[in-house]
């Protein structure tokens, strides 16, 4: 047996720069339609990259912000997005159970709190297939260059969404049905063989939400209706295996 392959580069903190550019790439066109959507909404500039620089959720900003000027509770508004992103606790142990080096408490909090989506993903993937060695310098590179990103589109759009669009009509409706456009790719993309069930459970559970109660019943029904499909889905798959191997 042919033992994997020993890392082969360290990863450093200019790496990190390095490896977080796509997802800047990614972050300032989304966290610019943010900013101006927030403000208007009519969230004040500071409020708004208020948002960006504390909750630093993505899509979870645009609900939030979508809820309460809507006129829903802040517990309720806040619950809903934490349902949203309940899936982010896997991700520190997930990663930690790559990492075989001491952690610095310093450090890990700052990359900790950086560790989106998209920088797990950057992570993991640098890690497992190009055999990176594990660097906190370069993570907390990958998770700071990250969110300095995502701040500094939300500062750009909550400028230009006050007024200073106004003259380009073209371009801020542009920039405010990116969001949209991006869920809408993600959605068919999803609509694969072995993803279908939980994606067309999902649909169902939300339809029934928003029709019979609110939008954050229709978030977590949503949520929830996924997640119960893909366990069932799971069950079949094995009980189908063990009974085929029979």
């Known amino acids: 047996m042919s033992e994997s392959p020993s890392p082969n580069k360290t990863s450093s903190f200019k790496d990190g720069i390095v490896d977080s550019l796509p997802i800047i790439i990614g972050y300032l066109p989304i966290s610019f ?3 101006l959507s927030a403000v208007k909404l009519g969230f004040t500039p500071l409020e708004a ?3 960006s620089c504390v909750i630093y959720a993505g899509a979870s900003q645009f609900v939030i912000t979508a809820l309460l000027s809507a006129g829903m509770s802040l517990w309720v508004s806040a619950l809903t997005v934490l349902a949203m992103d309940i899936r982010h606790i896997l991700y520190g142990p997930a990663l930690r159970y790559r990492i075989k080096q001491k952690l610095s408490e310093k450090k890990t909090v700052i990359w900790a709190f950086g560790l989106t989506d998209e920088v797990f993903a950057a992570a993991t993937t640098k890690l497992i297939k190009d055999q990176r060695s594990w660097s906190e310098n370069w993570m907390v590179a990958i998770a ?3 969110w300095l990103s995502w701040v500094l589109g939300t500062v750009a759009g909550t400028i230009l969404g006050n007024g200073y669009l106004d003259s380009y009509p ?3 409706a542009a920039m405010t049905f990116m969001l949209p456009a991006l869920f809408l790719s993600f ?3 999803s609509f694969k063989k072995q993803n279908s069930y939980c994606v067309t459970a999902s649909l169902l559970g939300a339809l029934i939400g928003i ?3 609110s939008i954050p019943i229709a978030i ?3 949520i929830m209706s996924g997640c119960l499909a893909a366990l069932l889905q799971t069950k079949i798959t094995q009980l ?3 009974t085929s191997n029979d």
């Open 33 to 35: 339609a943010f900013g």
């Open 49 to 51: 990259i208020f948002f």
């Open 144 to 146: 700071m260059c990250s």
């Open 170 to 172: 073209a371009v801020e």
């Open 187 to 189: 959605l068919l993309s």
């Open 211 to 213: 029709t019979f109660f």
């Open 220 to 222: 977590l029904s949503g």
């Open 240 to 242: 189908n295996k063990v």
